[in-house]
């Protein structure tokens, strides 16, 4: 089955600091990626959506300067969050859609668990 | 306003009984609905797909239900067994939504006792 990786796993960073997150999906190719962000005990919300080669779609509120995401390839975009506060700690979840698949069926992956200081 | 909600954040059964959870939606008109499972830490995985035009859709001990006229799905796991513990989400993608953006409720935490 499709598979989507991240890195890192946890990360734990100081208040101030760019965090980057990377979301790979390691045996499809994937055009459209997803990032969401999910708080305890809520659903996950979607961010953006990463389009190779071309800008991403932010969703209302999501501030683009702070949440900067690149898709440099069919398999591999980047959540970089700069100058972190603690208010950004949460679960950042990437998802992938296998473009040989007509359904909107995503992939996810495990999971990134930020913590800000 | 548009709202996807799972009526129990959390459903305790006993080991071997049907477990029954439900997805209401106000205000779409999806394409299709997915069902995922997710474990405390995890990303979600996906389980189950169904159509607008589907009323039924069944994976091993899995069953899904669809019905358009109520805006609600149905997630049965028969059999449970306590590996089935975990958080069931539902998530739908409105008709003419693009790019696949799915909206997902809250989920509902599963427990099975042995």
């Known amino acids: 089955g499709a598979v989507v990786s991240q890195h890192p796993s946890r990360v734990i960073c100081k208040s101030g600091t760019s965090v980057k997150i990377e979301c790979r999906s390691l045996?499809?190719?994937?055009?459209?990626m997803f990032w969401y962000r999910q708080f305890p005990k809520q659903s996950l919300m979607l961010m953006a959506t990463s389009n190779e080669g071309s800008k991403a779609t932010y969703e209302q509120g999501v501030e683009k300067d702070k949440f900067l995401i690149n898709h440099a390839s069919l398999t591999l975009s980047t959540l970089t969050v700069t100058s972190a506060h603690p208010e950004d700690s949460s679960f950042y979840i990437c998802?992938?859609?296998?473009?040989?698949?007509?359904?909107?069926?995503?992939?996810f992956g495990p999971g990134t668990r930020l913590t800000v200081l | 306003s548009q709202k996807i909600e799972q009526n129990s954040e959390a459903l305790n059964i006993q080991e071997g009984k049907t477990a029954t959870l439900t997805c209401n939606y106000t205000?779409?008109?999806?394409?299709?609905l997915q069902w995922y499972r997710q474990d405390p830490g995890r990303g979600p995985v996906f389980l189950l797909l169904i159509r607008e035009n589907e009323k039924e859709k069944r994976k091993e001990r899995l069953k899904v239900t669809f019905d358009t006229t109520l805006k609600q799905s149905l997630f049965h796991i028969t059999a449970s067994q306590p590996a089935d513990s975990a958080t069931y989400l539902c998530a739908l993608v409105p008709m003419g939504g693009s790019q696949g953006n799915l909206i997902f409720g809250k989920g509902t935490k599963l427990s099975v006792k042995p």
């Open positions: 998802s992938a859609r296998d473009v040989e698949q007509f359904t909107d069926t995503q992939y």
């Open positions: 045996d499809f190719q994937a055009t459209t």
């Open positions: 205000n779409y008109s999806p394409a299709y």
